[in-house]
């Protein structure tokens, strides 16, 4: 299963300093949030569409929504932004909302054939959530190492 390890970090270049350690950004360095299959080009996509009330296009066209910032040629990981966008909805979000907009995430394609039920995504929007509003709070931005 794919490694999908979402942190934050102060800039690009920051995260990006991440591939020059081999197994992902160190929690000791940064704040990791680590998670199985949750791939941050079309799934995290899916949970900005479900949390915004914006369409899934809109949400996977925003300008740092799944942008590859690291090279193409790496052979098993790589460094994707994820959209301000998402990470002030998760930030802003209530428990009571992320529950309501977990269980429509567990209901789309990508995590109904990845086998997560509601609950765990639940608990996957409420970390992510976590994450998102420690990053606001140091003026850091959401990324996530996905290793292959």
Known sequence: MVMCD????SDDDAAVSVL???GGPDPSVFDVVS???IDPVVVMPRLESILTGRT???AVGHPRSGKLLSSP???SAFIVSVSDTLQEALA???HDSLRE????????????ASGIPSETAA???VQLAELAGRARSAGHRLYCWWAL
């Open 101 to 112: 907009a977990a269980g429509t995430w567990a209901g789309t394609d990508e995590l109904l």
């Open 35 to 37: 998670l199985k299959g």
């Open 20 to 22: 020059d350690e081999p």
């Open 92 to 94: 802003s979000a209530t």
């Open 6 to 9: 979402y942190f934050s970090a």
């Open 56 to 58: 899934y296009d809109e």
């Open 73 to 75: 040629e790496a052979e």
């Open 123 to 125: 608990q996957v929007a």
